[in-house]
């Protein structure tokens, strides 16, 4: 599986935008961009997955660039509920391991 | 409600005595993982299964084996716990990795060795 790069940390206002980067830059073609967030010691839970094309749910949206060597997540109105650590990881249906990093610790500012 | 269950959720043990950390899912997920979280080093993944009887090594399964006998269950095994195994672990589970579907965590089981 690629490797992922982020950010250790981030503040954010409540209320704004929170835009988290991730890179992976040596990403293959059948490779899927997922994002997770653990809050406190809870197991991660999911956030938003994409390929290619750009996503949004009920949480977040993901954008994917064109060469999809990095993407952004973004949570549009971040509350203080949001502060988690937030794990971008990459996955294919060929090679089973999977690769969490340490993440990016969001801190959402009242 | 589909979920992933770990037992004990927490767990204080002495050095050498052997221990299992059951996980179980009831959504028929092929693939099961078991994963430790220490501070500053993220979480790592111990080992994975990807079917009944069918299991592999992560990036750090030395002191652990695993058992995959029923779909459903992936019990962790400690059979000489070390202080260095004193963590916080998950448990996971999700369809086979390339359906772009989305991995289920346990709550953890935090494990203190003596």
């Known amino acids: 599986d690629a490797k992922t790069t982020q950010p250790p940390s981030m503040d954010c206002a409540e209320g704004r935008a929170a835009n988290l980067p991730c890179n992976h830059s040596t990403i293959s073609g059948n490779e899927y961009v997922y994002w997770y967030r653990q809050i406190h010691s809870q197991g991660p839970q999911y956030i938003i997955h994409?390929?290619?094309n750009n996503e949004t749910n009920e949480m977040a949206s993901l954008i994917i660039t064109e060469d999809r060597k990095s993407s952004t997540l973004i949570l549009p109105h971040a509350t203080l509920r949001d502060t988690a650590v937030y794990y971008c990881?990459?996955?294919?249906?060929?090679?089973?391991?999977?690769?969490f990093g340490i993440g990016t610790k969001l801190q959402v500012i009242p | 409600e589909a979920q992933v269950t770990q037992n004990p959720r927490y767990l204080i043990t002495v050095t050498g005595k052997k221990l299992t950390v059951t996980c179980s899912q009831n959504m028929n997920h092929e693939y099961m993982s078991w994963y430790r979280q220490d501070p500053g080093l993220g979480l790592r993944q111990i080992y994975y299964?990807?079917?009944?009887?069918?299991?592999d090594k992560g990036d750090v399964p030395e002191g652990y084996k695993v058992s995959r006998k029923e779909k459903r269950n992936f019990p962790l095994i400690l059979e000489s716990p070390s202080p260095n195994q004193t963590s916080l672990y998950f448990c996971?589970?999700?369809?086979?990795?390339?359906?772009?579907?989305?991995?289920?965590f346990g709550q953890g089981t935090r494990l203190t060795v003596v």
């Open positions: 299964s990807m079917n009944v009887e069918v299991t």
């Open positions: 994409g390929l290619k």
């Open positions: 990881i990459v996955r294919s249906g060929g090679y089973q391991k999977v690769t």
């Open positions: 996971a589970s999700s369809p086979l990795p390339g359906t772009s579907a989305e991995a289920f």
